[in-house]
């Protein structure tokens, strides 16, 4: 098999690991070595689904051991098997990052032989990146589960961040479709790296014996392979930035590659839950939301037709209008058309000059949503601000013009 | 009254610095390469002065906020139609208006100056990800780039400091400059093409990680969830001209 067509099936492996970023992390240049990374991170290209290609994402092994239902390359598929020596990494990696192509290396590998083999030879070509050839790029490595605490612990002195999937929200789900993975496999290397990581971050000084995850630890889980509701996954989601303090839980739409009795059949991939979700994931970590707030018992899943920060503000009329020149920033937040950047904009503005509505228009804010819930100046921007109901019908009408007059209409056939 | 620059940064400041110390009002300032003369109006050329273009960046620096000459210069940098007498308006209000100014977003001045900058350094963070370097010679790496807004010189710090230990070129191929390191040595040069027909590159050279990377790309985007549109969001099309990897796809 010829380098190139290793790596098509290498990549392919790889691409259903959905972070790509390479934020987080502020390793200097040094003088006669190659790279450094941006703290901000920098997208490199974006592939044809529009997700950004930042780091050189690939398998170390596409030869598994395991038979997890919902993965294509597990064990029991017949598909061509390759693996990457260490050696062709490294080539790859320093070749593609001195072309500008890639922001660093983000290497995972299904499990050959056993998890402990397949990390450790992850972790060589890792070290041999760093120390032989003086590479100062992003690295991000997927922590294997069942590897050794020390080869573990080890990975994180060489990586600036690392991640372990969490893969399923549940135990029981965890069993049904992934028999070999225990959730105490799992979450053990998540609590190790984290404590690592805080035990690092306070003892951070002269005499601090090196860099350990500079860019923290993450996590992946699939939507929609299992019947887990949309509020436990957020509870679980809130659970995971603030005891285990990751950086980035991903959610990936479940895309059925494999026929088995025991996943779902989906037409299509449940991307707008995903999107609901991750818009729910940003509320909580820069929106200042809590989980408890978005969903309750009584409707434990997301609103398809609304996100979920215009869902919130039309259940909670109680809370508007604000108005803009004295509401403060984790309120301004809270207003649907206003994001981090304008409440910002805000703020900075109205110390000098006091703000009223074409100014917001050119500052960014989108009207269209923010002007039900906001005064300037006292004053709303129509003569009468429309009751709960008919806000959301105003609003939903912006996401799907015809949604409230019967079906969504359909592109009609002209051919039959 | 007419005043025209070289189109150097440096010559807008001392432009600037001019208009303050003769109280000239009112003004129109024009690079000499896109003036075309005028019968009634009273036209000067202002000769570019180091001593004196750095006064204008203290005195705005001091007198209005330490940000104000990144903001100035990153919107001088657009290139855009007429954006000289905006940044003269806006130096006047700052200095008129005191601190405060860069930050009062309702003011259309602050928010023209906001927003040409913005432009721009969306544009130069874009770049950081999509200068294509190939080997020319070993150790040796050439990159044509085409932005709108003129960021080649802003490029050059972070490429020094990630790619210092070899040589390289970025070459503007739209405005004929060039940033040459070589030796751990930033400079910045003209080279204009042999044949300067709009849009003709240098030899397409191909290089052996091209076709390996137009692999990778190929395979690490999901087919059941194409999306051309959010891609052009992120990467519009004016770009791909110089990505290998959009090769088959203009």
Sequence with gaps: ?416 | MNLLYDGSFRGFLTTVFTVFKERLDPVNIEKTSSHVPDLFEETRTVNSREDLAKRVILGIKNRISPLMPRLVLHAFLTGAPGVENTLLACVQKGLSQGPGFTDNLADPHALALEQLSRRCLHEYHLFLGIVRFRQVTPGCYYAPIQPENNILPLLGGHFSRRLGDQDWIIHDLTRGTALIFSNGKLEMAEITLDQPNEGAGPPDLEDEYFSIWRTYYENIGIADRKNPRLRMNFLPKKYWKHLPEMKGEV
């Design chain 1, 1 to 416: 098999m010829t380098l190139e067509e290793k790596l098509a099936l290498l990549a392919d492996g790889a691409k259903y690991d959905v972070s790509c970023s390479s934020s987080g992390s502020s390793r200097p240049s040094r003088p006669g070595e190659l790279g450094n990374t941006a703290p901000a991170g920098i997208c490199h290209s974006w592939a044809q689904d529009g997700r950004c290609i930042s780091l050189f994402k690939i398998l170390l092994s596409n030869n598994c051991a395991y038979d997890c239902r919902y993965c294509r390359i597990r064990r029991s598929n017949d598909i061509p098997r390759a693996s990457f020596t260490v050696d062709e990494i490294v080539a790859l990696t320093i070749n593609l990052y001195r072309r500008n192509f890639i922001e660093g290396l983000f290497l995972s590998s299904a499990v050959l032989g056993d998890p402990e083999k397949t990390m450790g030879l992850m972790l060589e070509a890792v070290q041999k990146l760093r120390t032989e050839h003086g590479f100062n790029g992003y690295i991000h490595l997927k922590g294997i589960p069942g590897a050794s605490p020390q080869t573990l612990r080890l990975a994180g002195f060489y990586a600036d961040r690392m991640s372990v999937n969490i893969e399923l929200p549940t135990e029981e789900s965890l069993r049904l479709l992934a028999p070999q993975k225990s959730r105490r496999a799992i979450l053990d290397p998540i609590r190790l790296l984290g404590d690592d990581c805080r035990e690092f971050r306070e003892h951070r000084g002269r005499h601090s014996p090196g860099r350990f995850l500079p860019a923290g630890q993450t996590t992946q889980m699939i939507i929609g392979a299992s019947p887990e509701s949309d509020r436990h996954i957020l509870h679980l989601m809130e659970t995971l930035y603030n005891r285990f303090e990751l950086k980035r839980v991903y959610y990936s739409a479940y895309v059925p590659v494999n026929s088995d009795n025991r996943l779902p059949a989906l037409a299509v991939p449940p991307v707008l839950r995903e999107h609901r979700l991750y818009q729910a994931d940003w509320l909580l970590r820069f929106y200042h939301y809590r989980a408890a707030e978005l969903l309750d018992e009584e409707e434990p899943f997301l609103d398809e037709h609304l996100d979920p920060k215009a869902a919130w503000a039309v259940r909670h009329p109680e809370f508007f209008p604000l108005e803009v020149n004295r509401a403060d920033y984790r309120e301004l937040l809270r207003v649907p058309g206003i994001g981090v950047k304008s409440a910002l904009g805000i703020i900075r503005a109205r110390r000098q000059a006091s703000l009223d509505f074409p100014h917001l228009k050119a500052m960014g804010v989108v009207l269209k949503r923010a002007r039900w819930f906001l005064l300037c100046r006292g004053r709303a921007m129509e003569r009468r601000l429309p009751e709960p109901l008919e806000i959301r019908s105003r609003l939903l009408g912006l996401e799907a013009p015809g949604l409230l007059s019967g079906p969504i209409p359909v592109q009609l056939e002209l051919f039959k």
